[in-house]
């Protein structure tokens, strides 16, 4: 199934309202434990409305994600505009995946491991994950194509890898054991990683 054919388009404006309090039960019970009623209670819909407006428990709980996630994305592409320096784009991404709010990261978890078991998710996890890598990208080729950096590495790896560093942080904060991202001393050893890596010149 598609994601255009598993969507419908029921609710107009209050379907925005759903689809948040949806992120916000999938953050605190998790994906298999999200049901309509849980909904219902939230948003005071009645059960057969939020079918009327999703179909399945399933759809509605993915539509949620699926926006969550997107709206992530967003932030972090328009975040990255907020400076035209390179290097500074490269520090704003950074600080922003360290200070994600435990809620959306709780979201991104369960849509990775929803993911991992439905093609259609996980066909949107790597648009996602292209969107998401994109801000990293061009602050990086941009700052190479100024002379700012000169870096010793492919700028897709340089990328990837810095993602995956943030990506890594998510585990820990989700399960509340000790978590480094808001630990100042981590935050210089990354930035410190990718300027050496990037060639960073001041």
């Known amino acids: 199934m598609t994601i255009g054919a598993r969507k419908r388009r029921a609710g107009a404006s ?5 689809l948040r309090a949806v992120l916000d039960i999938v953050s605190d019970r998790g994906y298999q434990a999200t049901r309509f009623q849980d909904v219902a209670a939230s948003t005071g819909l009645a059960v ?20 969550g996630t997107d709206d992530e994305v967003s932030a972090m592409q328009k975040a990255a505009r907020e400076s035209a320096d390179p290097w500074q784009q490269l520090v704003i991404l950074v600080d922003r995946g360290l200070r994600t709010p435990i809620p959306i990261w709780r979201v991104l978890m369960e849509f ?7 093609e259609e998710l996980r ?9 998401y890598r994109q801000p990293f990208l061009d602050a990086i080729t941009g700052g190479i194509e ?17 993602i995956a560093t943030l990506d890594g942080l ?21 930035l410190d990683q990718l300027a050496h890596t990037l060639g960073a010149r001041s």
């Open 48 to 67: 057969s409305t939020l079918q009327g407006y999703f179909g399945s428990r399933a759809d509605m709980v993915v539509e949620a994600m699926m926006t």
């Open 170 to 190: 998510l585990f820990p904060y989700v399960l509340r054991q000790p978590h480094p991202g808001d630990s100042v001393e981590v935050r210089a050893v990354i």
């Open 123 to 131: 066909q949107h996890s790597i648009t996602l994950q292209r969107k």
């Open 146 to 162: 100024c002379g700012r950096f000169q870096p010793t590495h492919a700028p897709d790896a340089i990328a990837d890898a810095t």
């Open 112 to 118: 990775w491991c929803a993911a991992a078991h439905d």
């Open 14 to 18: 209050r379907r925005s309202d759903v």
